[in-house]
């Protein structure tokens, strides 16, 4: 396993209430990517640290697309379908986890319609499954996108707070509508049938794990710092985000799904930054092998996403679940170059024993 994994799994789990987990059978959709791969890693080191005994359920389109060590590993089950495919399984099911969902602009463009169907075919699936095996908890993913744009003043968006819009009628706002609709479909199943459902909606989260191939800004940026190549912004990088390191919003999962009362929680970092100011954190952490190049091009829209203003309150998980961001933007993305760089000289090393 990546040292910088390793270390982070070892923080996240001083960090949480592990002790529920003992003895559990933990299904996770979307086990292949950053989420889930994490989500996936965490649970492993449980098991070979801690002796948690946990058995892992990990649903996947593709087995190929998860890591060696975890195909490796016995306590690890691999459930090969898609998650718009309704799930069959004879055994028990403690905890669900749905992170099955694209959340490349690009794919979000090119393929609105499936991006819809995970959201909404594939949390119909997980939830019947969560209910016919009657599980402790259950939680989807979802996204700072389900607020849309915020009208009038609106800074922060809070849990109770006002919705911005969406429009229904843009494809590439499959993404938002697929995860509102697949949120009300978790709080429909708790009223009903009284299943424990669970919510997090995470603003812009990077790290280890995370493909710098999916078109969203901060990839773009770690690609070229990777490859020495200069930031070149196509915009005057205006926009306020706030950007989450892995490890952190992990830590929020684990809580929410573990310890939380309420259904829906924020996770996002205390510090808001524009989208140049994340592109000069960027530079400064390239050892001078890149330099910011701006060169607006208006006609480059089109996979951006569809809302440019608010703000994820996070003063509600902080309160309730005592959760505080660890990293900073400078750390989390020296911790997550220092990742891609040894990964990138992993590949190189197998490509020349290959040849």
Same mark, same amino acid.
């Given at each position: 396993?990546?040292?910088?994994?390793?270390?982070?799994?070892?923080?996240?789990?001083?960090?949480?209430?592990?002790?529920?987990?003992?003895?559990?059978?933990?299904?996770?959709?979307?086990?292949?990517?950053?989420?889930?791969? #994490?989500?996936?890693?965490?649970?492993?080191?449980?098991?070979?640290?801690? @002796?948690?005994?946990?058995?892992?359920?990990?649903?996947?389109?593709?087995?190929?697309?998860?890591?060696?060590?975890?195909?490796?590993?016995?306590?690890?089950?691999?459930?090969?379908?898609?998650?718009?495919?309704?799930?069959?399984?004879?055994?028990?099911?403690?905890?669900?986890? @749905?992170? !099955?969902?694209?959340?490349?602009? $690009?794919?979000? /463009?090119? @393929?609105?319609?499936?991006?819809?169907?995970?959201?909404?075919?594939? %949390?119909?699936?997980?939830?019947?499954?969560?209910?016919?095996?009657?599980?402790?908890?259950?939680?989807?993913?979802?996204?700072?996108?389900?607020?849309?744009? =915020?009208?009038?003043?609106?800074?922060?968006?809070?849990?109770?707070?006002?919705?911005?819009?969406?429009?229904?009628?843009?494809?590439?706002?499959? #993404?938002?509508?697929?995860?509102? !609709?697949?949120?009300?479909?978790?709080?429909?199943?708790?009223?009903?049938?009284?299943?424990? %459902?669970?919510?997090?909606?995470? !603003?812009?989260?990077?790290? =280890?794990?995370?493909?710098?191939?999916?078109?969203?800004?901060? !990839?773009?940026?770690?690609?070229?710092?990777?490859?020495?190549?200069?930031?070149?912004?196509?915009?005057?990088?205006?926009?306020?985000?706030?950007?989450?390191?892995?490890?952190?919003?992990? $830590?929020?999962?684990?809580?929410?799904?573990?310890?939380?009362?309420?259904?829906? #929680?924020?996770?996002?970092?205390?510090?808001?930054?524009?989208?140049?100011?994340?592109?000069?954190?960027?530079?400064?952490?390239?050892?001078?092998?890149?330099?910011? /190049?701006?060169?607006?091009?208006?006609?480059?829209?089109?996979?951006?996403?569809?809302?440019?203003?608010?703000?994820?309150?996070?003063?509600?998980?902080?309160?309730?679940?005592?959760?505080?961001?660890?990293?900073?933007?400078?750390?989390?993305?020296?911790?997550?170059?220092?990742?891609?760089?040894?990964?990138?000289?992993?590949?190189?090393?197998?490509?020349?024993?290959? @040849?």
């Amino acid at each position: 396993m990546n040292k910088i994994i390793y270390e982070d799994c070892i923080d996240i789990i001083n960090n949480i209430s592990y002790e529920k987990l003992k003895n559990k059978t933990f299904l996770i959709t979307g086990a292949s990517g950053m989420i889930g791969s #994490y989500l996936s890693f965490v649970l492993k080191v449980l098991n070979d640290e801690f @002796h948690a005994n946990i058995h892992l359920l990990l649903n996947v389109r593709n087995k190929n697309k998860l890591p060696q060590e975890l195909l490796d590993d016995d306590n690890v089950e691999v459930i090969e379908q898609d998650v718009i495919t309704p799930f069959r399984y004879d055994k028990k099911i403690d905890y669900i986890v @749905h992170a !099955a969902s694209p959340a490349s602009p $690009k794919i979000m /463009v090119d @393929h609105p319609f499936e991006v819809n169907a995970a959201n909404t075919v594939g %949390t119909y699936n997980t939830l019947m499954l969560a209910k016919e095996k009657q599980v402790l908890s259950y939680l989807f993913i979802s996204s700072r996108e389900i607020y849309g744009e =915020p009208i009038d003043n609106i800074n922060y968006f809070y849990e109770d707070g006002l919705l911005g819009q969406v429009n229904p009628l843009v494809a590439r706002n499959s #993404y938002a509508e697929g995860k509102k !609709a697949a949120e009300n479909m978790c709080v429909s199943i708790n009223e009903e049938y009284q299943i424990n %459902t669970k919510i997090v909606r995470l !603003a812009h989260t990077y790290g =280890p794990g995370m493909s710098i191939y999916d078109g969203r800004v901060q !990839a773009d940026f770690l690609k070229n710092v990777i490859n020495s190549e200069n930031i070149i912004m196509k915009s005057e990088g205006k926009s306020l985000r706030t950007y989450t390191y892995i490890a952190d919003a992990i $830590k929020g999962i684990f809580k929410v799904l573990l310890d939380s009362k309420d259904i829906v #929680y924020n996770i996002s970092d205390d510090k808001e930054i524009s989208i140049k100011e994340l592109a000069e954190v960027l530079v400064s952490l390239s050892n001078n092998q890149s330099k910011l /190049v701006i060169n607006i091009d208006e006609s480059l829209k089109k996979g951006s996403s569809s809302f440019t203003r608010g703000i994820l309150s996070n003063e509600k998980i902080k309160k309730e679940l005592n959760w505080y961001p660890k990293y900073n933007v400078y750390d989390g993305f020296k911790r997550t170059i220092e990742y891609l760089k040894e990964e990138k000289l992993c590949d190189t090393k197998v490509m020349m024993k290959k @040849h």
